[in-house]
């Protein structure tokens, strides 16, 4: 390793500061798309089941990019790769708008997808190297903000709504303020582009692979309430019609607020403490919303799933970037790749199982995951 190539000259709290603004933008391109995607449907003319077959087109490019996400990174490190995938990111968000059919919108959404993820891989890495420097976990609290740019996103996107601006001027503004930043940020990000990476595919070790099935599990659950949860309230809980969607955001706010408070809790506690936590919370919450299918029961029990969710992945990233057999951005990678899975699978098995038995009786699935993420977590060596 070219020792010259990584070291960083700049104070830690300036790469802190640059990593905390690439979450932000990373988090703000995603939710201004998120915030969107009603008017789209509404300009293409797509019924819902057609809007549903065109976005699984995101996760796709998403998994696409992994094997070459560890494959670059390795080649062109994680700074390089991080400006020009957010970049690429913000543009292909502006072409989203500017989709004139299913087609080229579906498209669209496969570079989207693949460029989102390149993104992630780069912008943890960076976020690996930063916490190493403070000698402390740090990497939730950006996982923290790119949650908090969500909101912001998802403001920015009814204001221009409510001002009847169409998605193409309302993503270029996106772009303009990701470029803007990116450029100003990126000679403060670090420098890891090494002369002599080493083998690029290693099998996981034993450690990666656990870590990566406490990722599985907990994205299975985080996805599950990003699809479920407005109509577990509509059609278990019987929520007013104003109201339907009130669980999510009460799962939204735990899940941002939790991982502001992850990094201190891990750092007195230990990561393996955090996970075991984590998992506990996530089972208790979707029990007491089984068990007790009403509205302040449910509330109560999404606002813990959402606290239990909160730190799991910022965690597992923290652990997986350690790795002693892998570079940190192939570690990710892989983790990443397994963990994934879990969110891609979560939502179609409830649906299917909903259709066999009820949504309770998936939801009771779901808490199951929470309980294997405690179990696995007290076996691995974190």
Same mark, same amino acid.
């Given at each position: 390793?070219?020792?010259?190539?990584?070291?960083?000259?700049?104070?830690?709290?300036?790469?802190?500061?640059?990593?905390?603004?690439?979450?932000?933008?990373?988090?703000?391109?995603?939710?201004?798309?998120?915030?969107?995607?009603?008017?789209?449907?509404?300009?293409?003319?797509?019924?819902?089941?057609?809007?549903?077959?065109?976005?699984?087109?995101?996760?796709?490019?998403?998994?696409?990019?992994?094997?070459?996400?560890?494959?670059?990174?390795?080649?062109?490190?994680?700074?390089?790769?991080?400006?020009?995938?957010?970049?690429?990111?913000?543009?292909?968000?502006?072409?989203?708008?500017?989709?004139?059919?299913?087609?080229?919108?579906?498209?669209?959404?496969?570079?989207?997808?693949?460029?989102?993820?390149?993104?992630?891989?780069?912008?943890?890495?960076?976020?690996?190297?930063?916490?190493?420097?403070?000698?402390?976990?740090?990497?939730?609290?950006?996982?923290?903000?790119?949650?908090?740019?969500?909101?912001?996103?998802?403001?920015?996107?009814?204001?221009?709504?409510?001002?009847?601006?169409?998605?193409?001027?309302?993503?270029?503004?996106?772009?303009?303020?990701?470029?803007?930043?990116?450029?100003?940020?990126?000679?403060?990000?670090?420098?890891?582009?090494?002369?002599?990476?080493?083998?690029?595919?290693?099998?996981?070790?034993?450690?990666?692979?656990?870590?990566?099935?406490?990722?599985?599990?907990?994205?299975?659950?985080?996805?599950?309430?990003?699809?479920?949860?407005?109509?577990?309230?509509?059609?278990?809980?019987? *929520?007013? =019609?104003?109201?339907?969607? !009130? &669980? $999510?955001?009460? #799962?939204?706010?735990?899940?941002?607020?939790?991982? %502001?408070? @992850?990094?201190w809790f891990a750092h007195r506690f230990g990561l393996k403490r955090t996970m075991q936590l984590s998992g506990m919370l996530t089972a208790?919450?979707?029990?007491?919303?089984?068990?007790?299918?009403?509205?302040?029961?449910?509330?109560?029990?999404?606002?813990?799933?959402?606290?239990?969710?909160?730190?799991?992945?910022?965690?597992?990233?923290?652990?997986?970037?350690?790795?002693?057999?892998?570079?940190?951005?192939? *570690?990710? =990678?892989?983790?990443?790749? !397994? &963990? $994934?899975?879990? #969110?891609?699978?979560?939502?179609?098995?409830?649906? %299917?199982? @909903?259709?066999?038995?009820?949504?309770?009786?998936?939801?009771?699935?779901?808490?199951?995951?929470?309980?294997?993420?405690?179990?696995?977590?007290?076996?691995?060596?974190?």
């Amino acid at each position: 390793m070219d020792a010259a190539a990584i070291k960083y000259n700049y104070p830690r709290t300036t790469l802190r500061v640059a990593v905390a603004a690439m979450f932000f933008m990373a988090g703000l391109s995603f939710s201004s798309w998120a915030s969107r995607i009603a008017t789209v449907q509404q300009e293409l003319g797509l019924s819902d089941a057609a809007l549903g077959g065109v976005l699984f087109a995101l996760p796709v490019g998403l998994m696409c990019s992994l094997p070459f996400s560890g494959w670059i990174i390795t080649k062109i490190g994680s700074r390089n790769l991080l400006v020009g995938a957010l970049i690429v990111y913000a543009s292909t968000l502006v072409t989203l708008g500017l989709a004139q059919n299913t087609f080229q919108l579906i498209v669209c959404l496969l570079l989207f997808g693949f460029s989102s993820n390149a993104v992630n891989i780069s912008v943890n890495t960076q976020a690996v190297a930063a916490e190493e420097l403070y000698g402390r976990p740090i990497l939730a609290s950006f996982h923290g903000l790119w949650s908090l740019a969500g909101f912001t996103g998802a403001a920015i996107g009814s204001f221009m709504i409510g001002q009847n601006i169409i998605p193409t001027y309302h993503f270029l503004f996106i772009l303009a303020i990701i470029f803007m930043v990116t450029m100003v940020t990126m000679r403060y990000l670090k420098n890891d582009k090494v002369t002599n990476p080493g083998p690029v595919f290693v099998m996981p070790d034993s450690s990666l692979i656990k870590l990566g099935a406490i990722a599985f599990c907990s994205m299975i659950c985080e996805g599950a309430m990003f699809d479920w949860s407005v109509i577990y309230f509509k059609k278990v809980v019987l *929520a007013p =019609a104003d109201l339907i969607g !009130i &669980g $999510f955001t009460a #799962f939204m706010l735990t899940m941002a607020g939790g991982r %502001f408070v @992850a990094d201190w809790f891990a750092h007195r506690f230990g990561l393996k403490r955090t996970m075991q936590l984590s998992g506990m919370l996530t089972a208790t919450g979707l029990a007491i919303s089984v068990i007790f299918p009403y509205f302040y029961t449910s509330l109560a029990g999404f606002l813990l799933v959402g606290a239990g969710v909160s730190s799991v992945v910022p965690m597992v990233y923290s652990a997986a970037g350690k790795s002693k057999t892998m570079a940190p951005g192939v *570690a990710l =990678a892989a983790v990443s790749t !397994i &963990g $994934f899975l879990g #969110f891609l699978i979560g939502p179609p098995v409830i649906g %299917f199982i @909903a259709g066999l038995a009820s949504l309770r009786a998936s939801f009771t699935l779901i808490a199951m995951m929470g309980i294997s993420v405690t179990l696995v977590a007290t076996k691995a060596k974190i």
